[in-house]
């Protein structure tokens, strides 16, 4: 039997094009058409005519031997646009790469995504340990450093947003899993200009983040440093906060005139 497809979005073929290509890149490696199917609103013919037109664009991949789908170089350039036009991460960077030298620890910068926390650069030392965030990857804000910094000079209707698309899920013991519990965190935040990440995440990890906030008190971005708690505690990674609130300083002034999108 053909399956039904799903209700119309108003976005038509391009948002269902969308759609597919969101899923392939979800997989995380070439993806043969059945898995594709096994899970799709379309009809079998739909998919496959989406796929087809997305690999003639050089959206997507295919291999003929594997007989698999991956993303395309097309989206990949499209990705490094995105990065230089829409990111503050290029002019950011040769202070981020500052940071992580002088703190001898890795440092991520992020921007709010619709209610998450998108890495738009991450630099290591040369002693870098292992962890989720990576350039490109989407977290949850609300039980991360740079999230949380962003989230707490939010204007409140704008905070109000946000929070409804948080899902309170406890990562760890430590997770804030309730909107009061992290609301008390973020006027803490605000009051002292830095936020932490007390193995909310992922057990082990440690952080002191800043907000990179531009001259009308905006967040544009977020700033942190990161660490295990084999190698650092909580209280010492406070030595690092006046060079953190440096660096945030020096990124803002230096995107000032910079337009990013709402």
């Not at 269902?16 to 969101?22: G, Q």
Request: charged share 20%; with cysteine.
């Amino acid at each position: 039997m053909n399956k039904q497809a799903g209700p119309a979005t108003g976005d038509g073929t391009v948002g269902k094009a969308l759609e597919v290509l969101d899923r392939v890149a979800a997989v995380g490696r070439p993806v043969r058409f059945t898995e594709l199917l096994a899970d799709s609103t379309h009809p079998k013919a739909t998919l496959y005519r989406l796929l087809q037109t997305l690999v003639s664009q050089g959206m997507l991949a295919y291999d003929d031997t594997a007989q698999t789908y991956s993303l395309g170089i097309r989206l990949v350039r499209l990705a490094h646009a995105a990065w230089r036009q829409s990111s503050i991460a290029p002019i950011a960077r040769p202070f981020v790469s500052a940071l992580s030298e002088e703190a001898g620890e890795t440092v991520h910068l992020a921007q709010l995504d619709s209610g998450q926390v998108l890495y738009v650069d991450k630099r290591n030392p040369s002693n870098a340990i292992d962890m989720f965030s990576q350039a490109g990857k989407v977290g949850p804000a609300y039980c991360t450093g740079v999230g949380k910094a962003l989230m707490a000079f939010l204007e409140p209707s704008d905070l109000d947003h946000v929070l409804r698309k948080q899902s309170f899920y406890a990562y760890t013991p430590e997770t804030l899993n309730t909107e009061a519990k992290l609301r008390a965190d973020l006027d803490k935040i605000r009051q002292e200009g830095v936020a932490f990440d007390r193995e909310e995440h992922e057990p082990g990890i440690i952080c002191i983040a800043a907000p990179i906030l531009n001259s009308k008190g905006r967040p544009i971005g977020a700033l942190s440093v990161t660490t295990s708690t084999q190698r650092k505690s909580l209280d010492e990674l406070m030595s690092i906060r006046p060079a953190l609130l440096e660096t945030a300083t020096k990124i803002a002034a230096a995107v000032e005139d910079w337009q990013f999108p709402a």
